[in-house]
C-alpha cells in the first residue's frame, strides 16, 4: 500500500509555470507506475501524464505535450509534474496516482492509490 500527498499548486497567471510534487510512503514506490490527472469543476478527470517505474518511459496526453515534464526520484519517493504555458481551461485539481500494472493501462484505469489533490488556479 501506498500513500500520496500532492503540494505545489496555487494561483498563476496564464502562462506561467508551476512545478507539482507528490510525496509517496512505503519503501516500495519504486514498485509503481506512477500518473498525474486533472479534475476541472463539472468535467470528468482526465490524464495528463505517466512514467515508468524507472523514469526511462514518459507518456502525456496531446493536450500537454511540450508544455508539461513528468519526473521521479526513486531516492525521495516523489513524482514531479512540471507546468509551463499554463492556460486559463487548465485550471484544476490535480492528482497523483500510483498503479501497479502498465502505463498504458493507467491511461485508461488508473490504479487504487489518490493522493488528496492540489488545486491549480491559471488566471487569464
Known amino acids: 500500500q501506498v500513500q500520496l500527498v500532492e503540494s505545489g499548486g496555487g494561483l498563476v497567471q496564464a502562462g506561467g509555470s508551476l512545478r507539482l510534487s507528490c510525496a509517496a510512503s512505503g519503501r516500495t514506490f519504486s514498485t509503481y507506475i506512477m500518473g498525474w490527472f486533472r479534475q476541472a469543476p463539472g468535467k470528468e478527470r482526465e490524464f495528463v501524464a505517466a512514467?515508468?517505474?524507472?523514469?526511462?518511459?514518459?507518456s502525456y496526453a496531446d493536450s500537454v505535450k511540450g508544455r508539461f515534464t513528468i519526473s521521479r526520484d526513486n531516492a525521495k519517493n516523489t513524482v514531479y509534474l512540471q507546468m509551463s504555458s499554463l492556460k486559463p481551461e487548465e485550471t484544476a485539481v490535480y492528482y497523483c496516482?500510483?498503479?501497479?500494472?502498465?502505463?498504458?493501462?493507467?491511461?485508461?484505469?488508473?490504479?487504487?492509490?489518490w493522493g488528496q489533490g492540489t488545486q491549480v488556479t491559471v488566471s487569464s
Open positions: 496516482n500510483a498503479d501497479t500494472g502498465t502505463m498504458g493501462r493507467l491511461r485508461l484505469h488508473p490504479g487504487d492509490y
Open positions: 512514467i515508468s517505474r524507472s523514469g526511462g518511459m514518459t
